[in-house]
C-alpha cells in the first residue's frame, strides 16, 4: 500500500520558517519526480517547487526563498520555506511521480500570519 506521510505545516508569522517533509512508502516503481503543490479556496492546485533527474524548479512566487531537496534512500522530499509571507498560506501538497504511477499525500495546511 502506497503512503507519502507529511509533516512539518503549522501556524507561522510572516517572516518565519517551516519544513515540510514528505516520506513515501510502498511504491514498488522507480521514483523520478518528488514535489510540492499547494492550494487555497477556490483556486487550482499549483506547482512550489519539484525536484528530478532533470533538476529543480520552483514558481516564480517562491524562488530564493523556498529550498526543495531529497533523500533518495529514505524517498523523502523536503521543503524549506523562509520569509514566510501571508500569501503563502495554503494546504501543501506532496506528490511523487514513480515510471508506475503518480501519487498525493493527504495535504498539511501551512498557515502564515501577517
Known amino acids: 500500500q502506497v503512503q507519502l506521510v507529511e509533516s512539518g505545516g503549522g501556524l507561522v508569522q510572516a517572516g518565519g520558517s517551516l519544513r515540510l517533509s514528505c516520506a513515501a512508502s510502498?511504491?514498488?516503481?522507480?521514483?523520478?519526480?518528488m514535489g510540492w503543490y499547494r492550494q487555497t479556496p477556490g483556486k487550482q492546485r499549483e506547482l512550489v517547487g519539484q525536484?528530478?533527474?532533470?533538476?529543480?524548479n520552483y514558481a516564480d512566487s517562491v524562488k530564493g526563498r523556498f529550498t526543495i531537496s531529497r533523500d533518495n534512500a529514505e524517498k523523502t522530499v523536503f521543503l524549506q520555506m523562509s520569509s514566510l509571507k501571508p500569501e503563502d498560506t495554503a494546504v501543501y501538497y506532496c506528490?511523487?511521480?514513480?515510471?508506475?504511477?503518480?501519487?498525493w499525500g493527504q495535504g498539511t495546511q501551512v498557515t502564515v500570519s501577517s
Open positions: 506528490y511523487v511521480g514513480a515510471w508506475g504511477g503518480s501519487y
Open positions: 510502498g511504491i514498488r516503481f522507480s521514483i523520478h519526480t
Open positions: 525536484i528530478s533527474s532533470g533538476g529543480i
